[in-house]
């Protein structure tokens, strides 16, 4: 009788033991939402893109492609509209494929899709939105009636094309460096090897060894 007294209270010495160490583990599940770890659906502002050069460019090329676009549309007569149709198709393009890839740049979205080059594509676009502005303010400028929207359009339209050149010239220039960059790793990486197999063919007490 003594000794079934004596289990039943160690059983349940051990089952109040097990519950103080359960209850002042530090493995407990938590309750914390998922949601609440990873933001909003996972998406992360980059604000090192939008503080950089490349950022701020891009901000200024949407907000002037949106004045711009602005500006033509607040033309209410116009003969010939060739010209001011062209301007607005140019602006309004610019502004949303602009105003597409710096939500993909400041929200990092392009590393979800690694298939397609974004800097590529991004390149592409400011070099045919500086081509495309330059000509569309050309004409613009010189089939307008002197109207205070179509001057300020022509004004905000060359403003564009310069932040989108500059926005060229930072871009080459950073794919450059990086080019360099690159290809100074991969020499280092090729001096090394042959550094080694050197090593080895003249020490051939090494490859016996690592044999």
């Not at 209850?23 to 939402?33: C, D, L, V």
Request: net charge negative; glycine share 6%; charged share 20%.
């Amino acid at each position: 009788m003594r000794n079934g007294e004596d289990l039943e209270g160690f059983d349940g010495e051990a089952s109040s033991t097990s519950m103080i160490s359960g209850a002042s583990s530090p493995y407990q599940p938590t309750t914390e939402p998922v949601s609440q770890r990873h933001g909003l659906g996972g998406l992360r502002c980059d604000l090192d893109y939008l503080r950089g050069a490349l950022g701020k460019l891009k901000i200024a090329e949407v907000v002037l492609a949106l004045i711009a676009f602005i500006c033509i549309e607040t033309i209410m007569e116009c003969s010939p509209c060739e010209g001011l149709y062209f301007f607005e198709f140019v602006s309004c393009s610019a502004f949303v494929v602009t105003g597409a890839l710096l939500l993909m740049f400041s929200l990092n979205l392009h590393t979800r899709i690694p298939q397609i080059n974004w800097n590529l594509t991004d390149l592409v676009n400011t070099g045919l939105s500086t081509f495309f502005f330059f000509i569309a303010s050309v004409v613009l400028a010189a089939l307008n009636h002197k109207t205070g929207a179509e001057i300020a359009a022509v004004i905000f339209g060359f403003l564009a094309m310069i932040v989108y050149a500059v926005n060229i010239y930072l871009a080459v220039k950073k794919w450059r460096m990086n080019s360099r960059q690159q290809n100074s790793r991969q020499t280092s990486d090729y001096i090394r090897a042959r550094t080694e197999s050197r090593e080895v063919d003249h020490h051939p007490e090494i490859q016996r060894l690592d044999a």
